[in-house]
């Protein structure tokens, strides 16, 4: 008998709604020809991520693939940086610390009181913003030491995890291969940020691309890329990241606004014959309450 592969992306931390997506599929636990693959993602925003983890470790090796999302990289940045930024909090990957710790979320600790008082350039001598730093701090220091934070993160850098899968004929991704990118070096040291005097093309050698090359590709809009053609591996690529109203919206529909899906509403599986490069999953669960899932067989791919 052939294997299953089961596709799926952007679970951040949706556990019942994941396993419920996961069943209407087919998906069986215990089935040795059912082999997952979780195209990054799988934590922040969603209030169960210690059972999304548990999950998938409890599944055998030889049947799990993993690819790593964004959120992945925002999480190991995060803990190892040892404070938090405003996008941590936007990204809820500050949730996601604290739940693995056993919290709810960094509300339980006034953390917002603190962010303010540093914006408003409190004084550093003040009682309340003593306080309120001494708190984060000492929870700062507990996640370093937590068992179970220590475990994920050692499991994320491990080399189970990837930046790609290949077949004959899928790339499944994050979001996107790495592109070749023209960087304007005096404008991006003048700046601070990256300038670009061109845009991106494809690149031959993406297999070879950096680390940081690889992590700048998993925030890339991968409708944007097929629309201007950046595909030419010959085959699909396969990829979560971006919620696929807009492929559908922008790709299919551009011209036909009475078809236009609710984001809010409807992210259905991307597959088209006019785009025959590019497949989308993600289903912004946040909102949908669905993870969509791809169901592939051994001899397809």
């Known amino acids: 008998m052939n294997k299953k592969y089961f596709v799926c992306s952007d ?16 998906f069986n636990k215990e ?25 998938l470790r409890e599944l055998p090796k030889e049947r799990r693939i993993l690819i790593r999302g964004n959120h992945e990289q925002l999480l190991r940045e995060l ?5 938090s930024l405003r996008h941590d909090h936007h990204n809820r990957t500050i949730d996601t610390l604290f739940q693995l710790m056993g919290y709810e979320s ?53 080399d189970e995890w990837c930046d790609y899968f290949e077949t004959d004929k899928y790339i499944f991704v994050h979001s996107y291969i790495p592109l070749r990118k023209f960087v304007d070096l005096a404008k991006t040291y003048q700046l601070g940020y990256f300038v670009y005097y061109k845009d991106d093309e494809y690149r031959e050698d993406w297999r070879n691309a950096t680390p940081t090359e690889w ?8 409708w944007k890329y ?24 922008n790709l299919l529909f551009k011209n036909q606004k009475s078809k236009h899906l609710d984001p809010r509403i409807s992210n259905p599986i991307f597959k088209s014959d006019k785009f025959p490069g590019l497949i989308g999953l993600d289903a912004c669960t946040a909102l949908t309450k669905v993870v969509n899932v791809l169901v592939l067989k051994e001899e397809d791919l």
């Open 11 to 26: 679970i951040h931390g949706f556990y019942d709604e994941w396993i419920d997506s996961l069943n209407k599929a087919g």
């Open 31 to 55: 089935d040795s020809l059912h082999v997952l693959i979780v195209l990054g993602d799988i934590f922040d925003r969603g209030k169960r991520p210690i059972e999304v983890y548990k999950f």
């Open 79 to 83: 803990v190892y940086r040892g404070y």
């Open 106 to 158: 960094y509300e339980d600790f006034s953390f917002q009181k603190y962010l303010e008082a540093r914006e408003q350039k409190a004084l550093p001598g003040s009682k309340e913003f003593a306080d309120i730093s001494e708190k984060w701090e000492k929870k700062r220091e507990q996640a370093f030491i937590n068992e179970l934070i220590r475990d994920v993160l050692a499991w994320i850098d491990s």
């Open 215 to 222: 992590d700048d590709a998993k925030w890339g809009c991968p």
């Open 226 to 249: 097929e629309q201007r053609g950046l595909n030419k591996t010959g085959k699909t690529i396969v990829c979560g990241h971006w919620h696929t109203s807009d492929f559908f919206n």
